[in-house]
């Protein structure tokens, strides 16, 4: 008895360690990134809040491309901040130097300010790709503060950083920006600017890749009042691939048989 339980122990060892190993490593046999977060968060009552989540990639140095990913997610998620060329991570300095003027800011319109950067990592399709979704909010007085949600997905086996905005081009342009505009009036129907119509719906600068296709995402004042807040709809990759659009994410796509 006793044998079959040490066996039955030393079998869900070895089993967990052949997991853990197989998984270090994506489905095109890349390595995939493992994330440590920077944290950062300073509250002077009344006066400012400064918090900073930035997702580092623990092991960019195994691979080139985890090395690309982890600094373009730097130069992306602080653009403002530093050059654009820059490969020194300097997120104290840059964290210090937030908080000091948003304490500025508070002193200066007498209401507590605020300052938010918060990044979360998410690996879909297998590791094959690894996406950032990045929020911001920051409140400097006034009715409200300004928001946006910003996703940002790379390819873990060469490091480059997706861009849709083929989806509205060329042969198939006009058949994906129908689909779009159809899902958002859907979605949002009179919530949406008058002025947006199948002819100049744009693919946002935020895109998610999911599991089944991509979830676009339109920031406040981009296609909808401020009110309406961040919107956001889903494209399954079929619906894409009818158009006749290449799905780059993703490898040796078949549209499935409708019959």
């Avoid at 744009?202 to 406040?220: D, F, K």
Wanted: charged share 25%; with cysteine.
């Amino acid at each position: 008895m006793q044998r079959n339980l040490l066996l039955s122990l030393i079998l869900v060892v070895v089993c967990s360690t052949i997991f853990v190993s197989c998984n270090r490593k994506n489905s095109d046999g890349a390595p995939l990134p493992r994330f440590e977060e920077y944290t950062y968060d300073h509250h002077n009552e009344g006066v400012s809040r400064t918090v900073i989540l930035f997702q580092r990639i623990k092991n960019a140095d195994k691979s080139d491309a985890l090395a690309i990913i982890d600094t373009a997610n730097y130069r992306r998620t602080f653009a403002e901040r530093i050059d654009e060329n820059s490969e020194i991570f300097d997120l104290d300095s840059i964290a210090e130097a937030i908080q000091t003027e948003i304490s500025e800011e508070g002193e200066l319109v007498g209401v507590e300010c605020e300052y938010r950067i918060e990044q979360v990592p998410i690996l879909v399709r297998e590791g094959r790709v690894a996406c950032f979704e990045t929020s911001y909010f920051v409140f400097l007085g006034g009715a409200h503060g300004f928001e946006s949600l910003i996703y940002d997905c790379y390819d873990v086996a060469t490091g480059s950083l997706y861009d849709f905005s083929y989806l509205v081009e060329d042969e198939w342009g006009e058949a994906m920006r129908a689909l779009i505009y159809n899902k958002v009036r859907y979605e949002y129907g009179e919530a949406v600017f008058t002025d947006i119509s199948p002819e100049n719906i744009h693919i946002p600068e935020s895109v998610l890749i999911t599991e089944s296709g991509l979830m676009l995402v339109y920031q406040p004042y981009d296609i909808a009042p401020y009110s309406e807040g961040i919107l956001s709809v889903e494209l399954s990759d079929e619906a894409i691939a009818a158009t006749g659009a290449p799905l780059v994410w993703i490898k040796d796509f078949e549209v499935a048989d409708n019959e």
